[in-house]
């Protein structure tokens, strides 16, 4: 009588083997068309007042996080009154810039005893506030399928 369970382990070990690796090489190609699905965002920043400070740079991916800290911050130096940030490795999906001028260096927006912003500052799309900062709304952009430039005049 002919025995089966050899050649069917034998069968089986090598489906095994086929799966592992099946399941190896597509998380690879899923991670390396993740990767290809990462975008830069470049912010140019014009019409400072001077070239004093810094600029702070934030991007934010949700409303909550709007004109917070953000998913990604930078702080640059303004050169002949203007400034360049790029933000990269973002995936697809909606963000939204702010800024300010740090003319004193002290990392954060003075304002006077009335809450309104002593130091300038700008948003994505140039979204200006009415009677208050302005609106995650007004700012949002989306990242679809290429890299991005914004650009914020202050």
């Known amino acids: 009588m002919l025995d089966i369970c050899p050649v069917i382990k034998k069968n089986f070990m090598r489906l095994e083997v086929k799966m592992v690796s099946l399941f190896f090489f597509g998380m690879l190609s899923l991670n390396a068309q993740q990767q290809s699905e990462m975008f830069n965002v470049t912010v140019n920043i014009s019409n400072f007042k001077n070239n004093k400070g810094f600029a702070l740079v934030a991007i934010c ?3 909550e ?3 917070g800290a953000g998913i990604k911050a930078a702080k640059t130096k303004i ?3 203007v400034c360049s940030v790029t933000f990269k490795d ?4 909606m963000y939204a ?7 004193n260096d002290n990392n ?5 005893f009335l809450g309104i912003p ?15 900062p302005p609106k995650w709304e007004q ?16």
Not at 108 to 112: A, G, R, S
Request: net charge positive; proline share 2%; hydrophobic share 30%.
């Open 90 to 93: 973002l995936p697809k999906g």
């Open 108 to 112: 954060k927006l003075d304002t006077n």
């Open 118 to 132: 002593k130091e300038s500052y700008g948003c994505s799309n140039n979204a200006k506030g009415f009677f208050g």
């Open 97 to 103: 810039i702010s800024m300010f001028h740090d003319e």
């Open 79 to 81: 050169t002949n009154n």
């Open 65 to 67: 996080s709007f004109l």
């Open 61 to 63: 991916n949700t409303k």
């Open 139 to 154: 700012a949002k952009f989306e990242i679809r399928n290429k890299d991005i430039t914004q650009h914020i005049q202050i």
